[in-house]
């Protein structure tokens, strides 16, 4: 089995920065893509940021500029780096990756647990 575990959610003022960490676990033999994505209340699950193996990168517009997506390629980790944060940016934040692990012979994909950020004054 692999495990998705995000980390360093919290409050925060407008303006603030806060960083997620994403770490992978479990019996991996290759990922691909590894991304973020994010939920408000009553809303759909968008992409925030992605980030492939090859380590090109792609972003939501609403977050181009503020927010850095980086990768441990060694240590199976995914980083967002989130700055001049907005009231609209508050939401559940959802660690992704595509994952060959263990028997299967495709990657699957998966997802962490979530982390809240919340901005707010």
């Known amino acids: 089995q692999v495990q998705l575990v995000e980390s360093g959610g919290g409050s925060v003022q407008p303006g603030g920065s806060l960083r997620l960490s994403c770490a992978a676990s479990?019996?991996?033999?290759?990922?691909?893509?590894m991304g973020w994505y994010r939920q408000a209340p009553g809303e759909q699950r968008d992409l925030v940021a992605r980030?492939?193996?090859?380590?090109?990168?792609y972003y939501a517009d609403s977050v181009k500029g503020r927010f850095t997506i980086s990768r441990d390629y060694a240590k199976n980790r995914v980083y967002l780096q989130m700055s001049s944060l907005k009231l609209e940016d508050t939401a559940v934040y959802y660690c992704?990756?595509?994952?060959?692990?263990?028997?299967?012979?495709?990657?699957?994909?998966?997802w962490g647990q979530g982390t809240q950020v919340t901005v707010s004054s």
């Open positions: 992704n990756a595509e994952v060959l692990y263990g028997s299967y012979l495709a990657y699957r994909n998966l």
């Open positions: 980030i492939t193996s090859g380590t090109s990168t």
């Open positions: 479990g019996s991996i033999i290759s990922i691909n893509d």
